[in-house]
Protein backbone atom coordinates (compact mmCIF):
# COMPACT_ATOMS: atom_id res chain seq x y z
CA UNK A 1 0.00 0.00 0.00
CA UNK A 2 2.59 2.54 1.01
CA UNK A 3 4.63 1.27 -2.26
CA UNK A 4 1.25 2.00 -4.59
CA UNK A 5 0.40 5.41 -2.69
CA UNK A 6 4.27 6.73 -3.23
CA UNK A 7 4.43 5.55 -6.64
CA UNK A 8 0.70 7.30 -7.62
CA UNK A 9 2.46 10.90 -5.78
CA UNK A 10 5.58 10.51 -7.87
CA UNK A 11 3.54 10.13 -11.06
CA UNK A 12 1.06 12.88 -10.12
CA UNK A 13 4.23 14.78 -9.91
CA UNK A 14 5.64 13.92 -12.78
CA UNK A 15 2.30 14.95 -14.30
CA UNK A 16 2.26 18.39 -12.28
CA UNK A 17 5.63 19.18 -13.87
CA UNK A 18 4.44 18.94 -17.09
CA UNK A 19 1.62 21.21 -16.77
CA UNK A 20 3.06 23.63 -14.98
CA UNK A 21 5.37 24.05 -17.20
CA UNK A 22 2.80 24.52 -20.16
CA UNK A 23 0.45 26.51 -17.77
CA UNK A 24 3.93 28.97 -16.73
CA UNK A 25 4.44 29.77 -20.10
CA UNK A 26 2.73 33.22 -20.10
CA UNK A 27 2.20 33.48 -16.80
CA UNK A 28 4.41 34.85 -13.65
CA UNK A 29 5.77 31.17 -11.78
CA UNK A 30 4.99 32.77 -8.31
CA UNK A 31 1.39 33.70 -10.04
CA UNK A 32 0.72 30.45 -11.48
CA UNK A 33 1.93 28.45 -8.13
CA UNK A 34 -0.60 30.32 -6.28
CA UNK A 35 -3.68 29.31 -8.48
CA UNK A 36 -2.20 26.18 -8.94
CA UNK A 37 -2.32 25.94 -4.60
CA UNK A 38 -5.96 27.85 -4.76
CA UNK A 39 -6.88 24.92 -7.33
CA UNK A 40 -5.27 22.34 -5.33
CA UNK A 41 -6.97 23.30 -2.35
CA UNK A 42 -10.82 23.48 -3.79
CA UNK A 43 -10.27 19.99 -5.03
CA UNK A 44 -9.43 18.77 -1.42
CA UNK A 45 -11.86 20.66 0.06
CA UNK A 46 -14.42 18.67 -2.44
CA UNK A 47 -12.94 15.15 -1.27
CA UNK A 48 -13.02 16.21 2.22
CA UNK A 49 -16.64 17.02 1.84
CA UNK A 50 -17.91 14.23 0.20
CA UNK A 51 -15.55 11.41 1.84
CA UNK A 52 -16.07 12.31 5.74
CA UNK A 53 -18.42 15.31 5.67
CA UNK A 54 -17.83 18.53 7.50
CA UNK A 55 -16.68 16.82 10.79
CA UNK A 56 -13.56 17.71 12.12
CA UNK A 57 -11.33 16.04 13.54
CA UNK A 58 -9.48 16.50 17.12
CA UNK A 59 -5.66 16.60 17.24
CA UNK A 60 -3.33 18.74 19.52
CA UNK A 61 -2.36 22.95 18.37
CA UNK A 62 1.32 21.03 17.72
CA UNK A 63 -0.18 18.52 14.86
CA UNK A 64 -1.78 21.47 13.48
CA UNK A 65 1.16 23.92 13.69
CA UNK A 66 3.06 20.40 12.01
CA UNK A 67 0.93 20.46 9.10
CA UNK A 68 0.59 24.09 8.25
CA UNK A 69 4.76 24.05 8.17
CA UNK A 70 4.69 20.62 5.98
CA UNK A 71 2.14 22.53 3.66
CA UNK A 72 4.28 26.08 3.67
CA UNK A 73 7.33 24.04 3.28
CA UNK A 74 6.07 22.40 0.01
CA UNK A 75 4.27 25.08 -1.52
CA UNK A 76 5.53 28.14 -0.89
CA UNK A 77 9.28 27.97 0.26
CA UNK A 78 9.96 25.02 -1.58
CA UNK A 79 8.36 25.54 -4.79
CA UNK A 80 9.42 29.14 -4.45
CA UNK A 81 13.13 28.28 -3.94
CA UNK A 82 13.35 25.90 -6.92
CA UNK A 83 11.45 28.58 -9.28
CA UNK A 84 14.64 31.29 -7.84
CA UNK A 85 17.55 28.73 -8.42
CA UNK A 86 16.27 27.72 -11.37
CA UNK A 87 16.19 31.73 -12.76
CA UNK A 88 19.73 32.15 -10.89
CA UNK A 89 21.87 29.55 -11.68
CA UNK A 90 19.69 27.86 -14.25
CA UNK A 91 17.88 24.19 -13.98
CA UNK A 92 21.28 22.11 -15.01
CA UNK A 93 22.65 23.50 -11.98
CA UNK A 94 19.94 23.95 -9.78
CA UNK A 95 18.10 20.54 -10.20
CA UNK A 96 20.71 18.25 -9.35
CA UNK A 97 21.24 20.22 -6.05
CA UNK A 98 17.62 19.65 -5.37
CA UNK A 99 17.11 15.84 -6.14
CA UNK A 100 19.63 16.12 -2.74
CA UNK A 101 16.25 16.31 -0.93
CA UNK A 102 16.09 12.42 -1.15
CA UNK A 103 19.53 12.30 0.70
CA UNK A 104 18.48 15.22 3.06
CA UNK A 105 14.89 13.36 3.85
CA UNK A 106 16.15 10.27 5.53
CA UNK A 107 18.72 12.27 7.58
CA UNK A 108 15.74 14.11 9.29
CA UNK A 109 14.01 11.03 9.53
CA UNK A 110 16.47 8.93 10.97
CA UNK A 111 17.21 11.85 14.13
CA UNK A 112 13.28 12.98 14.18
CA UNK A 113 11.57 9.49 14.06
CA UNK A 114 14.79 7.09 14.56
CA UNK A 115 13.83 5.12 11.50
CA UNK A 116 16.55 2.72 10.62
CA UNK A 117 18.54 2.82 7.06
CA UNK A 118 19.08 -1.07 6.19
CA UNK A 119 21.34 -1.60 3.99
CA UNK A 120 18.98 -2.12 1.01
CA UNK A 121 17.35 1.20 1.56
CA UNK A 122 20.45 2.98 1.51
CA UNK A 123 21.74 1.87 -1.87
CA UNK A 124 18.08 2.26 -3.13
CA UNK A 125 18.41 6.22 -1.69
CA UNK A 126 21.97 6.24 -3.98
CA UNK A 127 20.93 5.25 -7.48
CA UNK A 128 18.07 7.31 -6.98
CA UNK A 129 19.63 10.17 -6.03
CA UNK A 130 23.03 9.53 -8.18
CA UNK A 131 20.68 9.00 -11.95
CA UNK A 132 18.41 11.84 -10.46
CA UNK A 133 21.19 13.94 -10.66
CA UNK A 134 22.89 12.91 -14.03
CA UNK A 135 19.27 13.27 -15.40
CA UNK A 136 18.79 16.48 -13.64
CA UNK A 137 22.17 17.66 -14.54
CA UNK A 138 21.86 17.05 -18.58
CA UNK A 139 18.04 18.86 -18.09
CA UNK B 1 24.30 36.15 -1.22
CA UNK B 2 25.84 33.07 -3.09
CA UNK B 3 22.99 31.60 -5.66
CA UNK B 4 23.79 27.58 -4.30
CA UNK B 5 22.29 28.97 -1.16
CA UNK B 6 18.69 28.99 -2.93
CA UNK B 7 19.17 25.41 -4.50
CA UNK B 8 20.75 24.13 -1.29
CA UNK B 9 18.13 25.60 1.03
CA UNK B 10 15.25 24.31 -1.35
CA UNK B 11 16.42 20.41 -0.90
CA UNK B 12 17.10 20.64 3.24
CA UNK B 13 13.13 22.28 3.53
CA UNK B 14 11.84 19.79 0.65
CA UNK B 15 14.10 17.06 2.57
CA UNK B 16 12.62 18.05 5.77
CA UNK B 17 8.93 18.33 4.73
CA UNK B 18 8.31 14.47 5.13
CA UNK B 19 9.40 14.22 8.77
CA UNK B 20 7.46 17.30 9.95
CA UNK B 21 4.17 15.90 7.72
CA UNK B 22 4.76 12.60 9.91
CA UNK B 23 5.14 14.43 13.14
CA UNK B 24 2.15 16.10 12.08
CA UNK B 25 -0.48 13.08 11.31
CA UNK B 26 1.22 11.54 14.34
CA UNK B 27 -2.12 12.26 16.54
CA UNK B 28 -4.92 10.34 14.57
CA UNK B 29 -4.74 13.76 12.13
CA UNK B 30 -6.23 11.77 8.85
CA UNK B 31 -4.06 12.22 6.00
CA UNK B 32 -6.74 13.79 4.01
CA UNK B 33 -7.51 16.21 6.55
CA UNK B 34 -3.67 16.64 7.50
CA UNK B 35 -3.42 17.50 3.53
CA UNK B 36 -6.57 19.63 3.31
CA UNK B 37 -5.16 21.95 6.41
CA UNK B 38 -1.51 21.80 4.90
CA UNK B 39 -2.47 23.25 1.83
CA UNK B 40 -4.81 25.85 3.25
CA UNK B 41 -1.95 27.04 5.51
CA UNK B 42 0.16 28.21 2.62
CA UNK B 43 -2.58 30.33 0.95
CA UNK B 44 -2.48 33.30 2.97
CA UNK B 45 1.39 33.36 2.61
CA UNK B 46 1.06 33.12 -1.07
CA UNK B 47 -1.31 36.26 -0.41
CA UNK B 48 1.26 38.50 1.79
CA UNK B 49 4.15 37.10 -0.90
CA UNK B 50 2.29 38.54 -4.11
CA UNK B 51 1.36 41.55 -2.72
CA UNK B 52 4.99 42.42 -1.23
CA UNK B 53 6.02 41.37 -4.48
CA UNK B 54 3.77 43.84 -6.55
CA UNK B 55 2.15 40.90 -9.27
CA UNK B 56 -1.51 40.88 -7.16
CA UNK B 57 -3.09 42.46 -10.04
CA UNK B 58 -0.93 39.96 -12.53
CA UNK B 59 -4.19 37.16 -11.41
CA UNK B 60 -6.29 38.94 -13.51
CA UNK B 61 -4.74 39.13 -16.46
CA UNK B 62 -3.95 35.31 -16.90
CA UNK B 63 -5.46 33.89 -20.47
CA UNK B 64 -7.55 30.51 -20.41
CA UNK B 65 -5.24 28.26 -21.56
CA UNK B 66 -2.39 28.97 -18.95
CA UNK B 67 -5.62 28.58 -15.87
CA UNK B 68 -6.79 25.26 -18.07
CA UNK B 69 -2.97 23.94 -17.36
CA UNK B 70 -2.90 25.61 -14.24
CA UNK B 71 -6.23 24.12 -12.42
CA UNK B 72 -4.89 20.86 -13.63
CA UNK B 73 -1.31 21.34 -12.54
CA UNK B 74 -3.21 21.99 -8.94
CA UNK B 75 -5.73 18.71 -9.30
CA UNK B 76 -2.36 16.93 -9.50
CA UNK B 77 -0.27 18.45 -7.26
CA UNK B 78 -2.81 18.18 -4.33
CA UNK B 79 -3.55 14.80 -5.13
CA UNK B 80 0.00 13.96 -5.17
CA UNK B 81 0.40 15.84 -1.76
CA UNK B 82 -2.25 13.70 -0.50
CA UNK B 83 -0.60 10.26 -1.41
CA UNK B 84 2.00 11.14 -0.12
CA UNK B 85 0.28 11.93 3.36
CA UNK B 86 -1.41 8.84 3.24
CA UNK B 87 1.75 7.11 2.44
CA UNK B 88 3.28 8.85 5.13
CA UNK B 89 0.78 8.17 7.69
CA UNK B 90 1.12 4.34 7.18
CA UNK B 91 4.76 3.81 6.22
CA UNK B 92 8.49 4.95 6.56
CA UNK B 93 9.54 8.84 5.56
CA UNK B 94 13.01 7.37 4.23
CA UNK B 95 10.78 4.57 2.08
CA UNK B 96 8.27 6.81 0.88
CA UNK B 97 10.28 9.75 -0.20
CA UNK B 98 12.78 7.63 -2.34
CA UNK B 99 9.52 5.65 -4.38
CA UNK B 100 7.65 8.88 -4.57
CA UNK B 101 10.81 10.88 -6.26
CA UNK B 102 10.73 8.13 -9.03
CA UNK B 103 9.74 11.43 -11.39
CA UNK B 104 12.10 11.04 -14.08
CA UNK B 105 10.91 7.83 -14.62
CA UNK B 106 6.90 9.22 -14.88
CA UNK B 107 8.50 11.43 -16.58
CA UNK B 108 9.95 9.35 -19.42
CA UNK B 109 6.18 7.44 -19.52
CA UNK B 110 4.79 11.09 -20.06
CA UNK B 111 7.17 11.92 -23.17
CA UNK B 112 6.86 8.62 -24.80
CA UNK B 113 3.31 8.61 -24.17
CA UNK B 114 2.62 12.84 -25.67
CA UNK B 115 5.44 14.03 -26.70
CA UNK B 116 6.65 11.56 -29.65
CA UNK B 117 8.95 14.03 -31.35
CA UNK B 118 11.56 14.06 -27.89
CA UNK B 119 14.53 12.08 -28.71
CA UNK B 120 15.00 9.52 -25.99
CA UNK B 121 18.57 8.89 -25.18
CA UNK B 122 20.38 5.23 -24.01
CA UNK B 123 21.88 7.29 -20.96
CA UNK B 124 18.20 8.26 -20.48
CA UNK B 125 16.86 4.89 -20.38
CA UNK B 126 20.19 3.64 -18.33
CA UNK B 127 19.04 6.41 -16.03
CA UNK B 128 15.41 4.77 -15.99
CA UNK B 129 16.43 1.51 -15.15
CA UNK B 130 18.49 2.37 -12.38
CA UNK B 131 16.06 4.66 -11.01
CA UNK B 132 13.81 1.25 -11.01
CA UNK B 133 16.25 -0.93 -9.41
CA UNK B 134 16.86 2.03 -6.39
CA UNK B 135 13.11 1.81 -6.47
CA UNK B 136 12.88 -1.78 -6.13
CA UNK B 137 15.49 -2.24 -3.39
CA UNK B 138 13.85 0.38 -1.28
CA UNK B 139 9.79 -0.73 -1.48
CA UNK B 140 11.11 -4.33 -0.78
CA UNK B 141 13.84 -3.06 2.25
Known amino acids: ?9 ALLWAATGVLTKKGTEQVDPVVGSFISTCVGFSALLLITIFASGAEVPRTGANQLALLAAAGVMNYLIG ?3 NYVSIKMIGPSRAMPIISAQVLVAPVFALMALRETLTPQLGTGILLVFLWTYILASKS | MNPYFYPIASALVLGLMPTVA ?6 GMPPLQGTLFGTFAAIPLYVLVLMALGKWKD ?6 RSL ?12 ALLFMFTALSLGAVSIVVVISNAIPFFNLLFVFAFLRGERITGKVLLGNLAIVTGLV ?4 A
Open chain 1, 1 to 9: MVVALSLLA
Open chain 1, 79 to 81: RSL
Open chain 2, 22 to 27: KLGLSE
Open chain 2, 59 to 64: LWRIDQ
Open chain 2, 68 to 79: VFLAASGGCSSL
Open chain 2, 137 to 140: LAAI
